[in-house]
């Protein structure tokens, strides 16, 4: 599951900073100087199984033969790759990060960084909600135009056929908002036929936003701890 952003958090996603000049740029990846091994171009943000929304990489073999490698971050192996299975994803780490891929002899290395933005950022996925305000147990956006609950609840999520922790978000008026957890649209909301939607929350940070055309985006970051619940 992946997600992008803009710089305004519209959309989650930023171009990655590629410091080696021995790799060279093709669609949507980018190719190490052995040209046996690649990365992607850009970082991206996917649903880490653990802790949430968080910054991720594909990196591996390219056109692969015979060769197996390994692929590593900052120096820690995180996977091996063969041409049965030449892809890996790699989950980033906050600030500069290292990939490299080897092969053989050949060490391609690719560049990412994913410096916070602002203090106490998880990491770079998470957008700054530090402009909402609090009333007992709801959280209201900058916008005033949604609210969501703060404490999660527990329901069966027909979808997924388990329980799940979720959060309810409430239009706060007559608006048209697009509703999307994690960036993944879910419905709409227009404050009088559709003015509430419960939004279930995968394992570790959920982001969930509720977009006003291009006027505005309401975010709200919630903790599903492990994705799971005990119904009462």
Same mark, same amino acid.
């Given at each position: 599951?992946?997600?992008?952003?803009?710089?305004?958090?519209?959309?989650?996603?930023?171009?990655?900073?590629?410091?080696?000049?021995?790799?060279?740029?093709?669609?949507?990846?980018?190719?190490?100087?052995?040209?046996?091994?690649?990365? /992607?171009?850009?970082? $991206?943000?996917?649903?880490? !199984?653990?802790?949430?929304?968080?910054?991720?990489?594909?990196?591996?073999?390219?056109? !692969?033969?015979?060769?197996?490698?390994?692929?590593?971050?900052?120096?820690?192996?995180v996977?091996?790759?063969? !041409?049965?299975?030449?892809?890996?994803?790699?989950?980033? /780490?906050?600030?500069?990060?290292?990939?490299?891929?080897?092969?053989?002899?050949?060490?391609? /290395?690719?560049?990412?960084?994913?410096?916070?933005?602002?203090?106490?950022?998880?990491?770079?996925?998470? !957008?700054?909600?530090?402009?909402?305000?609090?009333?007992?147990?709801?959280?209201?956006?900058?916008?005033?135009?949604?609210?969501?609950?703060?404490?999660?609840?527990?329901?069966?999520?027909?979808?997924?056929?388990?329980?799940?922790?979720?959060v309810?978000?409430?239009?706060?008026?007559?608006?048209?908002?697009?509703?999307?957890?994690?960036?993944?649209?879910?419905? $709409?909301?227009?404050?009088?036929?559709?003015?509430?939607?419960?939004v279930?929350?995968?394992?570790?940070?959920?982001?969930?936003?509720?977009?006003?055309?291009?006027? /505005?985006?309401?975010?709200?970051?919630?903790?599903?701890?492990?994705?799971?619940?005990?119904?009462?």
């Amino acid at each position: 599951m992946m997600c992008t952003r803009d710089l305004a958090w519209g959309l989650l996603a930023v171009s990655a900073s590629l410091a080696f000049t021995s790799a060279s740029a093709a669609t949507g990846i980018q190719i190490g100087a052995s040209g046996k091994t690649y990365a /992607s171009a850009a970082w $991206q943000c996917g649903l880490h !199984p653990v802790d949430g929304l968080a910054p991720f990489v594909q990196a591996g073999l390219y056109n !692969p033969k015979r060769a197996s490698g390994t692929v590593s971050l900052n120096g820690s192996a995180v996977a091996t790759v063969s !041409p049965r299975s030449p892809d890996a994803t790699v989950w980033l /780490s906050n600030g500069l990060d290292t990939v490299t891929v080897a092969t053989g002899k050949v060490v391609d /290395s690719y560049s990412f960084d994913v410096s916070v933005t602002y203090p106490g950022q998880p990491n770079i996925c998470i !957008p700054d909600t530090g402009a909402n305000t609090y009333s007992g147990d709801l959280e209201y956006a900058a916008s005033l135009k949604s609210y969501a609950v703060v404490t999660p609840g527990c329901a069966f999520n027909a979808l997924t056929g388990r329980a799940q922790p979720f959060v309810n978000l409430f239009d706060n008026g007559r608006y048209l908002l697009n509703v999307s957890v994690n960036n993944i649209p879910l419905t $709409q909301l227009n404050g009088t036929t559709r003015a509430h939607v419960p939004v279930f929350l995968s394992a570790g940070l959920n982001v969930i936003s509720a977009a006003n055309g291009s006027l /505005s985006t309401d975010y709200y970051v919630r903790d599903g701890g492990t994705g799971t619940c005990a119904l009462p």
